[in-house]
């Protein structure tokens, strides 16, 4: 996705990435790092604060001859990429229970997922070169809370992350019926796709 020509080459060289989910931290305490279009060997360092894979720092060594990016086009060129029906559209939560119960074994927790309904803002994207992994919506499990798909997919404008009681028929933040709105579903950690992992 093109990004702006002062983010990719900034000033000191710190930089926020976004994987998903959550933003994380590289940065160099080399300032030299930055005089040359092409770099010599150097280590960044990535923290990453949240779990399940933190709070963890790490270090990335980029060897000589890596390229700084290029600046971004003159005109926008379209990469969104749509999700296909029943794809991961985002990783909700891991299980409490689990985190609990096994705190530093995060590959046998739950993972609470948003599918895709197909509907999602964002136009229709670029053409599809992959077959992406899809889930069925399922049944309900009858004695969890569920979580409205609707809501969730609207939940940076609305700010709305509430779950319903077990045997609501209904969402009681949009009103539809769950059958309409659709609920997000659960997933053991084997069973998401390499690209949905969480990290």
């Known amino acids: 996705m ?7 080459n900034p ?13 994380t931290l590289l940065f160099s305490t080399d300032l030299s790092s930055l005089e040359a279009k092409t770099l010599a060997p150097c280590t960044l ?18 060897s000589a001859g890596a390229q700084a990016a290029t600046s971004a086009p003159e005109k926008h060129v379209e990469s969104y990429i749509k999700p296909a029906k029943g794809e991961i559209d985002s990783v909700v939560q891991a299980d409490p229970d689990d985190k609990k119960a096994r705190p530093d074994d995060w590959t046998r927790w739950r993972y609470e997922v948003s599918l895709a ?12 070169t992959d077959k992406p992994t899809t889930f069925e919506q399922g049944e309900p499990e ?19 992350f509430g779950m319903n009681v077990a045997e609501a028929a209904g969402c009681q ?14 997933l053991h950690f084997p069973d998401l796709p390499q690209a949905g992992r969480p990290t």
């Open 45 to 62: 360092h990535h923290f990453n604060g949240l779990h399940p894979a933190g709070p963890r720092m790490a270090n990335i060594t980029l």
């Open 173 to 186: 933040y949009c009103e539809k019926p769950r059958a309409k709105c659709g609920w997000t579903i659960w």
């Open 117 to 128: 309904t197909g509907k999602e803002a964002g136009g229709e994207g670029v053409p599809r």
């Open 142 to 160: 009858p004695s969890q809370p569920w979580r409205c798909s609707s809501c969730y997919a609207k939940r940076f404008e609305t700010m709305c």
């Open 2 to 8: 093109p990004v702006a020509d002062s983010y990719q």
């Open 11 to 23: 000033t000191l060289p710190i930089w926020l990435l976004h994987g998903g989910d959550h933003f």
